[in-house]
């Protein structure tokens, strides 16, 4: 018998998939908002995208929620900008997003294949992926006068983001541990969160 679509959409599992990315998204705004509590730039912003993409019965689901995720803490973020931040922050928000959804598509390799070593190559794949693409972002989108090393050259701006790079690599790999290995537990122990096409 075939199930019916929406209802996989509202069943238990995607619920605790979204609670567990919600959970994410208040981590990064931790890091945000509260300086020191976390190492610097130890987000889960691409282990979010991995864990979506590779867990969603619905892909498009995989994409959209951890798009819709980091767009609202990104509201809460813009808020406390000063208005000259914003507008730099904005050159470089779409190749952000660009990132989320292309390591959420590359989520979907994981289906069905979710193991410690590929969990971990999805991850440092997806750090490596934000990196180059975002510190590019960066020194398209940098103001002459803007203080930056982008300023000066793309080889300046990639050697000056490879500070930020650690702390995306370590919180990748931990936040991606983090999602999925609690998930990978609770579906142990739960049946209720199965794909329904499992």
């Given at each position: 018998m075939q199930l019916d679509p929406p209802s996989s959409t509202v069943s238990p599992r995607s619920l605790v998939l979204?609670?567990?990315?919600a959970f994410a998204v208040v981590m990064r705004?931790?890091?945000y908002f509260a300086p020191g509590a976390l190492p610097w730039n130890f987000t889960p912003v691409e282990a979010i995208a991995l864990f979506g993409g590779a867990y969603f019965a619905d892909r498009?689901?995989?994409v959209a929620v951890p798009l819709a995720a980091m767009i609202l803490a990104d509201v809460a973020i813009a808020t406390t900008l000063p208005a000259a931040w914003v507008r730099?922050?904005?050159g470089t928000l779409p190749a952000v997003y660009l990132c989320?959804?292309?390591?959420?598509v590359g989520g979907f390799a994981l289906r069905n294949k979710?193991?410690?070593v590929n969990v971990a190559i999805g991850a440092f794949a997806s750090a490596v992926l934000f990196f180059v693409v975002t510190n590019f972002a960066t020194w398209l989108a940098a103001?002459?006068?803007a203080g930056s090393a982008c300023t000066e050259s793309l080889a300046a701006c990639y050697v000056a983001g490879i500070p930020f790079f650690k702390?995306?690599?370590y919180g990748t790999l931990f936040w991606s541990a983090t999602l999925f290995g609690g998930f990978e537990l609770m579906r142990r122990r739960w049946p209720s969160l199965q794909p329904a096409h499992a």
């Open positions: 979204i609670a567990m990315i705004l931790v890091n498009r689901l995989g730099d922050w904005l989320i959804a292309l390591t959420a979710v193991s410690a103001r002459a006068g702390g995306t690599l």
